[in-house]
């Protein structure tokens, strides 16, 4: 069974930074692609993130490109989002996915 677990999020203000993880469990990490994934108030799920299995292929949202770092350990069957400059949009609930699940999600709030 699928078992992924997010954490790191909080409430920073605009143009800080915040590492969110996610820690997997119940599948094969190291095969796996794995994403980002967001949901704002009010408004449906937003791609930000994928990864490849082994890491070196990255892709990202145009809204969140230069700012936000995906990357993975997969000794560690971790997942990272590094977010930097952010912006009160990018307030959201932050869910890592895989294989078209996700775990509870990790609430990030960008305010001053």
């Known amino acids: 069974e699928v078992h992924l677990v997010e954490s790191g999020g909080g409430l920073v203000h605009p143009g800080g930074s915040l590492r969110l993880s996610c820690a997997a469990s119940g599948f094969t990490f190291s095969t796996s692609v794995m994403a980002w994934v967001r949901q704002a108030p009010g408004k449906g799920i937003e791609w930000v993130s994928i990864i490849n299995a082994g890491g070196g292929g990255t892709t990202y949202a145009a809204s969140v490109k230069g700012r936000f770092t995906i990357s993975r350990d997969n000794a560690k069957n971790m997942l990272y989002l590094q977010m930097n400059s952010l912006k009160p949009e990018d307030t959201a609930v932050y869910f890592c996915?895989?294989?078209?699940?996700r775990g509870q999600g990790t609430q990030v709030t960008v305010s001053s």
């Open positions: 996915l895989t294989n078209g699940q």
